[in-house]
């Protein structure tokens, strides 16, 4: 008899040690809170996936080149009225594209040879090609090395001089009731243009006239 309430004892004991007690109220809360935050990401993915924007390309389609003119070894410097005409294409079918603060200048060989030039905002609908043709330099002397200087000569001499358009600023991006906040980008287009000196107007446009892109 003793042996058996010491058994009973026993098991209940166990009973007790191995006893299950039913889920709190906090631990459910955090079991729906995970449900939540999982369904949200899932959720965020799909709008992100269906309305995500495209980077929008710039191609160059036109160059006219007013004068270029560079000055004596002795204070070398380069003046220049170019006009650019710039493609930009928004290939989003969901995405409307706006820009600001944009400016633009000119290159040679690694130097400025224009001042930047302020260009107004735009903005552009979803699947849609926009033209801009923004005037640079003006006439203002901008100084350069006079590797720089020997450089640009030679290559009117030669009538063709590579040239390195960019363009700089922020876009934001408008899909449905979305948008995104401003991002900085920034455009590189490097030209072959067939001009000589003395050349005045539109001029040919070798090669590639496809511009990177970066954001």
């Known amino acids: 008899m003793a042996e058996e309430g010491s058994s009973g004892s026993e ?13 709190s109220a906090a631990s459910a809360f955090c079991c ?7 369904l949200a990401g ?10 995500r924007p495209s980077k929008p390309r710039f191609t160059v389609i036109g160059v006219a080149v007013y004068d270029l003119n560079v000055t004596s070894p002795d204070t070398p410097a380069v003046s220049t009225t170019m006009q650019f005409t710039l493609a930009i294409r928004n290939p989003s079918g969901r995405s409307s594209i706006l820009y600001d603060r944009l400016v633009s200048y000119v290159m040679y060989r690694g130097q400025a040879i224009t001042p930047t030039v302020p ?24 100084p350069v090395s006079a590797e720089v200087a020997r450089g640009l000569s030679a290559d009117q001499g030669y009538g ?11 876009l934001k991006y408008k899909a449905g009731p979305f948008r ?13 243009v ?13 090669g590639a ?7």
């Not at 899932?42 to 309305?51: D, G, K, M």
């Not at 063709?160 to 922020?170: C, E, F, H, T, Y």
């Open 11 to 23: 098991q209940k004991k166990a009973t007790k040690r191995f006893h299950r007690p039913a889920p």
């Open 180 to 192: 995104s906040a401003w991002d900085g980008f920034f455009v590189r287009c490097d030209l072959l």
């Open 32 to 38: 729906g809170l995970l449900v939540l935050i999982v």
């Open 119 to 142: 260009l107004p905002p735009l903005f552009q609908e979803k699947d849609s090609t926009v033209a801009v043709s923004p005037v640079l330099g003006g006439g203002v002397l901008v």
């Open 194 to 206: 067939g001009v000589k000196k003395g050349s005045q107007g539109q001029v040919p446009l070798l």
């Open 160 to 170: 063709l001089v590579p040239v390195r358009l960019v363009v700089l600023g922020r």
């Open 42 to 51: 899932i959720t965020a993915l799909v709008l992100y996936l269906v309305y």
């Open 209 to 215: 006239a496809d511009c990177s892109v970066n954001t």
